[in-house]
């Protein structure tokens, strides 16, 4: 059982992290809310501390392990209670976790569906479940004081950086893919994501 990595970051995605620990590197999922405030938890000498939650993917022809980082133990309770939520599993937490966990705590102890509906993967049905299974359970949570928290908002041109390495990764030439990024944001400029950019250059070749 891994509970705590501490290392240099090699990569960094939209919701993982490549840790070199002494020479061999792990794969680290992290939520929104806890990427966003990585960089001003680097140490003096450039390495992340995460507290981690490691469990067993098991899939019918293979297990998987997995790493899923948090800065700090409350933040990790916090992940622990929210899966106990029956349809919630790991990945599920890790991306509805996109919003301080001050205020999805907020809003289950106050009842807060439209909040709790927002988060990416939970509907109207699965927001009154986790009410009715956390409530009155989460005030501590409450407390975190990370409110502060604004996500960090990638310019135009970091979008286009990411899906170009990624794009690189995946062996396309650089000026064809950069020739598909370009296409891609002349068709949909309302893009705000890496993710939503890679979308639209697969709808491209698509068609």
Same mark, same amino acid.
């Given at each position: 059982m891994i509970a705590r990595i501490s290392g240099r970051i090699l990569q960094r995605d939209q919701n993982c992290l490549t840790i070199d620990? /002494? /020479?061999i590197s792990y794969e680290v999922l992290v939520p929104e809310t806890v990427m966003e405030r990585i960089?001003?938890?680097l140490t003096s000498d450039g390495k992340i501390n995460l507290v981690t939650y490691h469990y067993l993917q098991v899939e019918p022809s293979r297990n998987i392990p997995m790493l899923i980082g948090f800065l700090n133990e409350i933040e990790k309770e916090f992940f622990e209670i929210f899966i106990t939520v029956s349809g919630i599993g790991p990945r599920a937490a890790l991306k509805a976790l996109n919003k301080p966990i001050s205020l999805i705590a907020k809003a289950i102890d106050?009842?807060?569906i439209d909040f709790l509906r927002s988060?990416? /993967?939970i509907g109207q049905q699965r927001a009154k479940e986790i009410v009715a299974?956390?409530?009155n359970k989460v005030g501590k949570?409450?407390?975190i004081q990370d409110e502060k928290f604004k996500p960090r908002l990638l310019k135009t041109q970091d979008i286009q950086e990411e899906a170009l390495a990624v794009l690189l990764q995946l062996e396309?030439?650089?000026p064809e893919a950069k020739e598909m990024i370009k296409k891609a944001?002349?068709?949909?400029?309302?893009?705000?994501?890496t993710e939503e950019l890679l979308n639209e250059v697969y709808k491209l070749k698509k068609t």
């Open positions: 620990v /002494g /020479g960089d001003e938890n106050e009842a807060d988060l990416p /993967g299974k956390l409530q949570f409450c407390l396309y030439k650089k944001l002349e068709r949909n400029p309302e893009i705000q994501t």
